[in-house]
């Protein structure tokens, strides 16, 4: 009787172990960030990363080699796409909105949401490349040259660096002039983070000529 007692107090504990760590794993949330500026940090990677072809309104999803958490999603997968954002969904949007907003799209990292054309064919590319070792790499997308839709083949350069495990996410504008005034320094451009559910976002701006050469944005989890 002590040991069949014994037995189910050791599988109890087992069991309630075992649980503990999926809740710990599903679990995992974030429910704000910390936005302040960086200092310029552009790490290029156009003859290092990995090239991918995007024309007008497309996307690619690529895997990134490690788990990464925005606000309440996790996945080692994300979407590329043309016009200057990262998603956890698919589709490629190229009308900008103001953020929060429960309309597609969501699950979004938006360092220069815009109606950019990265056809290869106007001079513009993309790249992504994981750099470092685990359990502190970082994965980055780069946009070289991308033009805007209306303003073909001035381009420009910025990139989006994601690091594991701390899950910081960090925006590097290396050229944001279009060469047009009311497109510059996205003028007509969201940036910022949104949520899966559209309902909570930190926005750095919307449709406001904030961006200038050499910025840094962190946008740093929030303990």
Do not use: C
């Amino acid at each position: 009787m002590y040991n069949n007692l014994k037995k189910r107090i050791v599988i109890f504990i087992i069991i309630t172990v075992i649980i503990f760590l999926i809740k710990s794993v599903e679990g995992i949330q974030i429910t704000n960030y910390l936005l302040t500026t960086t200092p310029s940090n552009f790490i290029d990677i156009s003859s290092t990363g990995t090239e991918i072809t995007l024309g007008d309104d497309t996307y690619q999803v690529v895997n990134m080699g490690f788990d990464f958490t925005l606000y309440e999603n996790t996945s080692n997968n994300i979407t590329i796409t043309s016009n200057g954002y990262l998603t956890f969904l698919t589709g490629s949007f190229f009308g900008n909105i103001d953020i929060p907003d429960p309309s597609l799209p969501n699950s979004v990292i938006a360092p220069f949401w815009d109606d950019l054309n990265p056809n290869p064919f106007f001079g513009g590319k993309v790249y992504y490349s994981t750099l470092g070792v685990s359990p502190n790499r970082i994965f980055i997308v780069q946009y070289n040259n991308v033009p805007h839709f209306d303003s073909i083949p001035n381009g420009v350069t910025f990139q989006v660096k994601l690091y594991e495990s701390s899950n910081d996410i960090e925006f590097q504008y290396l050229d944001v002039l279009f060469n047009n005034s009311t497109l510059d320094n996205g003028s007509s451009a969201t940036i910022g983070l949104e949520n899966f559910y559209g309902s909570k976002a930190v926005k750095f701006s919307f449709d406001q000529p904030s961006l200038f050469n050499g910025l840094g944005l962190l946008f740093k989890v929030a303990l």
